[in-house]
């Protein structure tokens, strides 16, 4: 049998691989605060005495040289078209993971978010064509369309409350979508001079990458070598290089790890334990990096360079507006400031809101909506927080003073966009509930595959309870054992309103008992005692040999000679399989999980991290 320190470290292994949704947001979180000091670095130094330096440098020429052929851009656009290739590759990362694992899986669900991003797209560009009519500075329409991921998050998160739940997938469907379309503007749109050869080669080197895919290639650097031609042949067909970014990371499928992937792992790390060679060890850490799937590992490495490096990098390339008397008041007098203001803080959340509020009308389809309607509003001003991308399509359109006010347009805009979705969710939650306000016609789409069902599952309280949290645990497994005074103190806390359902997932290549501890809880449950063995079996997680499993047997008084025998013939191994069948299809890899009202609770699973977590469900029930 193996210590408890490795099992528990590998249990913990185990538990840390399905949250990439938890970890994305969290990422943005704290690197939003990277990208803000970022901006007010380009902008004290484009208004310091060293102002000047401030072009020089970002105009600097830099070449690659690769015997007669030669790649030659200034750092600014190393930074515009090569460094932010891998920030929209992490986005086509981020777009195929929830179409592969998220709420994008099942389309009618998001509808309505997928046509409230629509509008959030449609209603600015209009905004700002009418505020610059007759104007050359049209051009720029594009440049009100996006809204940033990083910001928007950040603001999201320090806003607005307890509706932060709720809102944080929606927001993110929303700005997948605008990434999509900004994309494909950028590439139709602002986009001169399409060379057809080179933009054949891409299409050649693309349809290279597919079939390398296909025949199962897993070499990174064999994908790497490829990309990067892909790269720059698409910068010399004349069409924006960042749109090879976001279409080679759409190819990175998503997928939890399997029961059956994470034995095989278990064993052969095994095999290097017994035999520590140099052949076992690489067997055992492909196979190790070969269980999480190539979206996740990409997004564990890309996403923190992108995040704490390109991204702010971006921003002190691009942000360095002038400011002062004479800039601004030229600024507030522009056409092009005013409408990136407009089209951004007003644009954004009307389009948001009338292309939601239609999208839910019966004449039109009458699609569901996720969310309340006071939390719509307040998240669609937070929508109109919009600086990577905008900042991208205003060094596309406009050049010297245009470019100016462009850019003073927006991040004017982010900064009221900000301020005032601050103030909508202040006002927000002074509102009283009513029941056409704040009711959702949909539940979110649930993370357990396998529906309660009280005539197979184990239940600790009402069955018709409001709340129900499963946990799929593991007899052996420590962390379990800490987590029950937690799940008993939830049950006795929260009362009628709380069922707790306890499903088996034996981790069998680490704790070498518990499987046959979990048939013996349900030889228990045979004889009506299964919450008696499942606390008696948690209590004593190192004695669970077939004479401890006889021995609690004949503590809580059962027909020991059945009990034996079920055991003995494995009478419920079966039960049991099923468990770990239903924990294997919800993507669950390591104990314990808990899903709270069919939704995967990410977070910690202490006392108060639940509790919190069951209240602001509780409120979402009632809602």
Not at 407 to 429: D, E, M, N, P, T
């Amino acid at each position: 049998m193996q210590d408890g320190s490795a099992s528990a470290n590998q249990t913990v292994g185990f538990r840390r691989l399905a949250s990439p949704l938890r970890d994305f947001i969290a990422t943005e979180n704290s690197s939003a605060i990277v990208l803000l000091l970022a901006t007010v670095v380009a902008l004290l130094w484009a208004n310091s005495p060293w102002a000047s330096g401030y072009e020089t440098f970002w105009s600097t020429e830099m070449s690659i040289r690769v015997g007669g052929a030669e790649l030659s851009l200034d750092l600014r656009h190393w930074v515009n078209d090569g460094l932010m290739a891998l920030f929209f590759f992490v986005v086509g990362l981020e777009i195929r993971r929830e179409l592969d694992m998220g709420e994008l899986r099942e389309r009618r669900r998001v509808a309505t978010s997928v046509v409230a991003a629509v509008g959030g797209m449609v209603v600015p560009p209009v905004l700002y064509l009418l505020v610059n009519a007759g104007e050359s500075s049209t051009d720029g329409w594009g440049i009100v369309m996006g809204t940033d991921t990083a910001f928007a998050l950040a603001v999201l998160a320090l806003v607005a409350g307890h509706f932060t739940a709720l809102l944080r997938t929606f927001l993110l469907t929303v700005m997948i979508v605008d990434d999509i379309i900004a994309l494909t503007v950028i590439a139709l749109v602002y986009t001169e001079g399409v060379s057809v050869p080179a933009l054949i080669v891409a299409g050649v080197l693309y349809l290279v990458v597919l079939v390398m895919r296909r025949a199962g290639v897993r070499n990174g650097v064999a994908y790497f070598l490829v990309g990067a031609a892909f790269w720059v042949a698409t910068l010399a067909s004349g069409v924006h290089a960042t749109i090879a970014g976001v279409l080679m990371g759409m190819l990175a499928t998503a997928y939890p790890p399997s029961q059956s992937e994470l034995q095989r792992t278990g064993a052969q790390w095994r095999m290097f334990r017994e035999q520590p060679t140099p052949e076992f060890a690489r067997t055992a850490s492909r196979s190790l990096i070969t269980t999480i799937s190539p979206n996740e590992r990409l997004q564990y490495l890309f996403h923190p360079w992108v995040s704490y490096l390109i991204v702010p990098l971006f921003a002190l390339a691009n942000a360095g507006v002038i400011v002062d008397a004479g800039s601004v008041g030229q600024a507030l007098t522009s056409p092009i400031t005013l409408g990136v203001v407009v089209g951004l803080v007003v644009g954004k959340p009307v389009g948001i809101i009338v292309f939601s509020w239609l999208a839910t009308r019966g004449w039109l389809g009458g699609l569901p909506l996720s969310v309340p309607w006071p939390a719509l509003i307040g998240m669609s001003v937070v929508a109109g927080i919009g600086f990577t991308v905008s900042l991208l399509i205003a060094g596309l359109s406009f050049s010297g003073v245009d470019l100016q006010n462009a850019k003073f347009g927006v991040i004017a805009a982010s900064v009221l966009a900000s301020a005032l979705s601050w103030l909508v969710f202040r006002l927000l939650r002074r509102l009283p509930d009513r029941p056409g306000m704040t009711a959702t016609q949909l539940r979110p789409l649930p993370d357990l595959i396998a529906p309660v069902d009280p005539e197979v599952d184990h239940i600790r309280g009402p069955a018709d309870a409001s709340l129900t949290v499963v946990e799929y645990g593991d007899f052996q497994c420590p962390y379990c054992g800490r987590a029950e005074s937690v799940t008993r103190e939830l049950v006795r806390h929260f009362g009628d309103e709380l069922a707790f359902v306890f499903r088996h997932l034996p981790l069998t290549d680490v704790h070498e008992s518990a499987e046959q501890a979990a048939e013996a809880a349900e030889a228990a449950a045979a004889q009506g005692r299964f919450w008696e063995m499942h606390d008696l079996l948690l209590a004593h997680q190192d004695e669970l040999d077939l004479d401890d499993l006889i021995g609690y047997a004949t503590r809580l008084g059962l027909d020991v000679e059945r009990f034996t025998e079920d055991l003995m013939s494995r009478q419920f191994a079966v039960r049991v399989a099923r468990d770990v069948e239903s924990a294997d299809e919800s993507g669950v890899a390591g104990t314990p999980t808990f899903f709270i009202n069919g939704r995967r609770h990410h977070g910690a699973y202490d006392i108060d991290s639940l509790t919190q977590a069951l209240r602001l469900e509780a409120g979402a029930v009632r809602r």
